[in-house]
T-cell receptor, first 111, second 112 residues
Framework: NAGVTQTPKFQVLKTGQSMTLQCAQD?????MYWYRQDPGMGLRLIYY???????DKGEVPNGYNVSRLNKREFSLRLESAAPSQTSVYFC??????????FGPGTRLTVL | QKEVEQNSGPLSVPEGAIASLNCTYS??????FFWYRQYSGKSPELIMS????GDKEDGRFTAQLNKASQYVSLLIRDSQPSDSATYLC????????????FGKGITLSVRP
């Protein structure tokens, strides 16, 4: 039982490049989330998926897209990376109305 | 705008002391409250959840909730150097989904 897994762990991009961050959970949770964490800003929600087939914007969605591929997988795509997207990205999952469990994170640097 | 405020840190306590971490929230309809611990370079880890007014104890940790005052706190008794971390308060949003609003966190340092 791996919980929530994320790939890659680290990534360096040049401005304008695209990439997809992958997230998978094996806890049969309905809801999945993508956050970014920046110094002094706390955790900010980018997008979430309350259930398979649905996605909704969070607090900071601009510059990102998501796909809920199936119940297990929720990916985050940066179409044209910008230096302002340098951050640590966390994926999380939860059963409805219950606590969230986090993956190990992806450290992204955009040059 | 829903807000979760944590008292500014960092907080430093000697080993063996009680550490008191506080959090206030703006959404009066919030039903679920959580404390996460985050070690440097690691992901947040859930340590306590509380859903009703009063105290909830788990080992050296006690969570306290006062919905009338919109206040939740975490007490760590017999603080250990291994408790040194950033503690995040999280509050559920009103409604059927399980979205959380996080505070910015407070960094606790336990001095040996």
């Amino acid at each position: 039982n791996a919980g929530v897994t994320q790939t890659p762990k680290f990534q360096v991009l040049k401005t304008g490049q695209s990439m997809t961050l992958q997230c998978a959970q094996d806890m049969n949770h309905n809801s999945m989330y993508w956050y970014r964490q920046d110094p002094g800003m706390g955790l900010r929600l980018i997008y979430y998926s309350a259930s398979e087939g649905t996605t909704d914007k969070g607090e900071v969605p601009n510059g990102y897209n998501v796909s809920r591929l199936n119940k297990r997988e929720f990916s985050l795509r940066l179409e044209s990376a910008a230096p302002s997207q340098t951050s640590v990205y966390f994926c999380a999952s939860s059963a409805t109305r219950v606590e969230q469990f986090f993956g190990p994170g992806t450290r992204l640097t955009v040059l | 705008q829903k807000e979760v405020e944590q008292n500014s840190g960092p907080l430093s306590v000697p080993e063996g002391a009680i550490a008191s971490l506080n959090c206030t929230y703006s959404d009066r309809g919030s039903q679920s409250f959580f404390w996460y611990r985050q070690y440097s370079g690691k992901s947040p880890e859930l340590i306590m959840s509380i859903y009703s007014n009063g105290d909830k104890e788990d080992g050296r940790f006690t969570a306290q909730l006062n919905k009338a005052s919109q206040y939740v706190s975490l007490l760590i008794r017999d603080s250990q150097p291994s408790d040194s971390a950033t503690y995040l308060c999280a509050v559920s949003e009103t409604g059927a989904n399980s979205k959380l609003t996080f505070g910015k966190g407070i960094t606790l340092s336990v001095r040996p």
